[in-house]
């Protein structure tokens, strides 16, 4: 085992899955670079450099380089799903996935259910979502609620490199259309990550700590800030359970009113738009389950109903904080 | 003579660089003894309590209860009566000044390695380099090498050690032939030979016991000694709901009741060591390997595999060493055993004896290799 970053485990995942089913394709725009064009092979492996070094291993018949079409593209790779193939595509900026939602919600989305359940759609489509990347309003949405509210998606929010290589091995290995969310910021943080292949379960939560006064919800890359918050409440003596739902959809909703229950108080950490998002979600969820364990109001920390702004100043201030978390929490632990 | 001693943060395994002190159990101007629990220290991986490495006045308590320290920081002072309290000030202002100077002195963890043996590829962690009959670990059902965290690095001050991973395990090849004793003793053969190890110290928990009895039954030229941990083999009796919980469950919350079935006190059990298991039960190959292994060791929930009636033809030094609250294997299975086998049984104490005695069983086995 060796510590590997997020973006070598998903390659190593990607790889391994190749190796191991010769129906795994993948797709998308620069994910070798250079197909059909004069110069340097494999220059790209994608826009960072995920999936560099698998076209030289699995060839031009299984690594495509698309053309910057994503209607087109992603409707083959569902096309492909449905008859026989299990393609991995690459959507670069979930942002740009308004041009193929036909595609993906009535097409790919439907197919078992239309089909009577007698068709199944392998379809995975990795895609990079979050700000933090200076990249500006069309660059750094979170736009997963989106696909969590279609019946038939899953949605795979993985919040470190052990969780992106396991969550993508399955995602890969399901038969249903996954969205995968890969946090740009995160590509280069490590973990511990096993060298040998592994799936981890859709639907079944991580508890990353157990505490007793409050319980953090929270998503992707805010798992990482709610552990940081969780461990400096805990010199102050407010100890909290973390929990990393790991999909939104599936969504572990017995882990959550659990640990919901243990506690009492829950903040919900969300870097998605505060309205229709999964922090709303499962303050919802817990006020129709859970409302008598509750001791007090359910937290949500989110960022603003506004767009992701360019200024870095004002970026920094848009994406929840550890310390609004710590500060979220520590309300809730004043007020009862 | 050094007046004023220092009790520091314990490394417990390879991978700790810092503990939480939950809470101490002893309070300044009291006595203490060396082994005496004195705190309870928690890791991200494991709860255990801490016992005194030094006797004496307990003068200060300088980490606080729910402080998180670095491996090497001071705790607490041990020091006579007759010196002043001044002088304790001035150690303890010294010692914080080095350390905070020279920072926490962890070395780099040794990396576990890989080798080929009898057609698979099989992970250990050696630790120690002295001469003479290496120290052999072996793990039981669903464990690893990590498991000798209490233990290794002790026994590796005197002794070249070699903790490895069973087939099916760890970081080994999940393939696991016919599952049943015969075979994983042959591979633990296999690794003899394969790192040049003509004869070695056997010390193996629970289904690792039972494997080190085989291998002392059937090729005692190779076996210096034998210390059983808890081990399969002894008798029919099994709690077969923790071997059918612990590969049926792929939950945190589904699997924690069955990991508590193994220690006598649950606290031990943190949430890491739980996920630890999991990232474990994940890894492709893993379920199949663990059921084939039950199936073959265990089937219907009794042991298939009985050594009593050959005990008697032990050659080399052997001992037993149980936990009388084991929920596994019952430690009855560690009394009336014939002349060849010391036992050693403990109050208060359950299956992983080898993490909540450690103190007593390093000992044990220390005693078992000076022969």
Known sequence: MARKSYRQAINEALRQEMERDSRVILMGEDVAGGMGAEGEDDAWGGPLGVTKGL??????????????????????????????????????????????????????????????????????????????????????QCLYPLFTHIPGLKVALPSNAYEAKGLLIQAIRDDDPVIFFEHKAMYDEEAEVPDEAYAIPFGEANVTREGEDVTIIAFGRMVNLANEAADRLAKDKISCTVVDPRTTSPLDTETILETAAETGRVVVVDEAHPRCNMATDVAALLVQEAFGDLKAPVRMVTGPHAPVP?????????????????????ELVAGS | MAEIEAIVMPKWGLAMQEGMVASWLVEEGEEIEKGEEIADIETSKIANVFESPVEGLLRRLVAGEGETLPV???????????????????????????FAAEGPSVAAAPEPQTLEAGGRRLRYLELGDAAGTPVLLVHGFGGDLNNWLFNQEELAEDYRTLAIDLPGHGGSTKEVGEGDVGTLAAAVLAFMDASGIERAHLVGHSLGGAICIDLALNHPGRVASLTALAPAGLGPEIDIAFIDGFI??????????????????????????????????RLDGVEAALNTIAQACFPGGRQSLEFEARLEELRCPAQVIWGKQDRILPASHGEDLPETLEAHLFEDAGHLIHMERAREVNALIGAMLRR
Do not use: W
Not at chain 1, 77 to 85: C, Q
Not at chain 1, 117 to 127: N, Q, S, Y
Not at chain 2, 82 to 98: L, P, S, T
């Open chain 2, 248 to 281: 049926a469950s792929n939950r945190a919350r589904k699997l924690r009741p069955f990991l508590e079935m193994l220690v006598h006190d649950p606290a031990l059990v943190t949430a890491e060591m739980v996920e630890d298991v999991l990232r474990f039960k």
């Open chain 1, 55 to 140: 076209m030289p291993i699995f060839g031009r018949e299984r690594v495509l380089d698309t053309p910057i079409t994503e209607s087109a593209f992603i409707g083959a790779a569902a096309g492909a799903a449905a008859t026989g193939l299990r393609p991995v595509a690459e959507l670069m900026f979930v942002d740009f996935m308004g041009v193929c939602f036909d595609q993906i919600f009535n097409q790919a989305a439907k197919f078992r259910y239309m089909f009577g359940g007698k068709a199944v759609t392998p379809l995975v489509i990795r895609t990079m979502y979050g700000a933090g990347f200076r990249a500006a309003s069309q660059h750094s």
């Open chain 1, 310 to 330: 360019f200024s870095p100043a004002l970026e920094d201030l848009y994406i929840p904080s550890a310390a609004r978390i710590e500060a979220a929490v520590r």
């Open chain 2, 72 to 98: 090497g920081a001071l705790l607490a002072v041990v020091a006579p009566e007759e010196v002043g309290d001044a002088a304790i000030d001035a150690f303890v202002a010294d010692f914080q000044a080095r």
